[in-house]
């Protein structure tokens, strides 16, 4: 079953959170309002495992990144012109996550990441949530595993 999130909710939900929040677990401002789309997709296997998958894609034209070819010698060879810093993209991206999970509910426990693909444009992380599906579960999100 396909669980989908208004990103207008969502945003509005995230910067209220992100308002409140306060003391040392102050999460990273929700910077990217209104130009990502996300979408949750979940999965609940036969023998209860919950599977899910959080794509994200940014709706802004991202501007041409020029690199600049660079002369190396020695040991610096090894060393490659690397794009773009997506510290700060990525760090929304594990914001989106944590508050589609907690609003959700699908991972009431936790989860463990099983995988990540991070690029400027969009972003997937798929993961398992900790505990087991109970009944109410598989009638919520329905089994496609």
Do not use: H
């Not at 209220?16 to 999965?43: F, H, N, Q």
């Amino acid at each position: 079953m396909l669980f989908k999130t208004s990103a207008l909710v969502f945003w509005a939900l995230l910067l209220a959170g992100c308002a409140a929040s306060t003391g040392s677990d102050i999460e990273p401002v929700a910077k990217y309002e209104g130009v990502i789309r996300d979408k949750l997709t979940t999965s609940i296997a036969e023998n209860g495992l919950k599977l899910f998958t959080y794509s994200v894609s940014n709706t802004r034209v991202i501007p041409q990144i020029t690199m600049q070819p660079l002369e190396l010698t020695g040991r610096d060879r090894r060393k490659r012109s690397s794009g773009p810093d997506l510290t700060e993209w990525t760090e929304q991206i594990e914001l989106g996550l944590k508050r589609t999970l907690a609003m959700s509910g699908f991972c009431r426990e936790g989860s463990i990441e099983i995988s990540r693909l991070i690029q400027a444009d969009r972003a997937e992380i798929r993961g398992e949530c900790t505990e087991g599906a109970t009944d109410d579960d598989r009638q919520r999100f329905g089994r496609q595993g």
